[in-house]
C-alpha cells in the first residue's frame, strides 16, 4: 500500500531553473495539499485541492503553482526557482477538508536552490 | 503574533518521567485541535485529535482549554521511543487551512 509519493526525494536547482514536483496518491482521497517545512517555521500551506480540476492557495503561495488534472496527482511547480525556496516539500491527502484532522504526508522532497 | 505558537524545546527527560507540552493558539474561533508527531527527518503523522473534554489514549493525554486558547499534550513513563518532535495543529482563520505549530522537540535518555 503505497499511500503518498513524491517525486524526486531529492533535487538541487541552479537560481532561475524550474521544475516540477510530483504527488501521486492510490487512497481515493478528493483532498490534496503542499506544505513546505523551514527549521522553526513549521509547515506552512503552498496550494491545495479540493478535487480534481479545483486548486486554491494557501498561506504562502507566490513563486509557486499547481495543476490538479487526475484525483490521484497533484503536481507542484516553480517556474523560476530562487533560494528563499530551499526547503522541504511535503504533499498531503484527506478523507475530508478539515475536521478528522488527519492529513496522510508523503515522505518529503528536501530542494535546495543555489 | 504567529497563529499557533509552541516552545521549541528541546525538553530532555529521562525514561519513565511525565513531560507535558503547551500550545497556544490565536483565533479565538478555531474548532479543530490535533496533535502530530515528526520523527527526524520524516513525515509527520497524526498523534491524536484534541476534544473539548479532554481525551486519553494510553500514555497520551490531550486537553483543550478554550478560556486561554491552549491545548496541552502529557505523555506518562516517557519511552526512548518518544523522541520526536510534536506538531500542535489548529484550523485556520478562513476555517479551510489548518495551521501547524513550528513543533517542539522531545529527547526521552536512558
Known amino acids: 500500500n503505497a499511500g503518498v509519493t513524491q517525486t524526486p526525494k531529492f533535487r538541487v536547482l541552479k537560481t532561475g531553473q524550474s521544475m516540477t514536483l510530483l504527488c501521486a496518491q492510490d487512497?481515493?482521497?478528493?483532498?490534496m495539499y503542499w506544505y513546505r517545512q523551514d527549521p522553526g517555521m513549521g509547515l506552512r500551506l503552498i496550494h491545495y485541492?479540493?478535487?480534481?480540476?479545483?486548486?486554491a492557495k494557501g498561506e504562502v503561495p507566490d513563486g509557486y503553482n499547481v495543476s490538479r488534472l487526475k484525483k490521484q496527482n497533484f503536481l507542484l511547480g516553480l517556474e523560476s526557482a530562487a533560494p528563499s525556496q530551499t526547503s522541504v516539500y511535503f504533499c498531503?491527502?484527506?478523507?475530508?477538508?478539515?475536521?478528522?484532522?488527519?492529513?496522510?504526508f508523503g515522505e518529503g522532497s528536501r530542494l535546495t536552490v543555489l | 503574533r504567529k497563529e499557533v505558537e509552541q516552545d521549541p524545546g528541546p525538553f530532555n527527560v529521562p525514561e519513565g518521567a511525565t513531560v507535558a507540552f503547551n500550545c497556544t493558539y490565536s483565533?479565538?474561533?478555531?474548532?479543530?485541535f490535533f496533535w502530530y508527531r515528526q520523527d527526524c527527518r520524516k513525515e509527520p503523522k497524526l498523534l491524536m485529535s484534541?476534544?473539548?473534554s479532554g481525551n486519553e489514549d494510553g500514555r497520551f493525554t490531550a486537553q483543550l482549554n478554550r478560556a486561554s486558547q491552549y491545548i496541552s499534550l502529557l505523555i506518562r513513563d516517557s519511552k526512548l521511543s518518544d523522541s520526536a518532535t510534536y506538531l500542535c495543529?489548529?484550523?485556520?482563520?478562513?476555517?479551510?487551512?489548518?495551521?501547524f505549530g513550528g513543533g517542539t522537540r522531545l529527547m526521552v535518555k536512558p
Open positions: 487512497m481515493n482521497h478528493e483532498y
Open positions: 484534541v476534544y473539548s
Open positions: 483565533n479565538s474561533a478555531s474548532q479543530s
Open positions: 485541492s479540493v478535487g480534481e480540476g479545483t486548486t
Open positions: 495543529v489548529v484550523n485556520s482563520n478562513a476555517g479551510n487551512m489548518l495551521t
Open positions: 498531503a491527502s484527506s478523507y475530508d477538508f478539515i475536521y478528522t484532522g488527519e492529513l496522510f
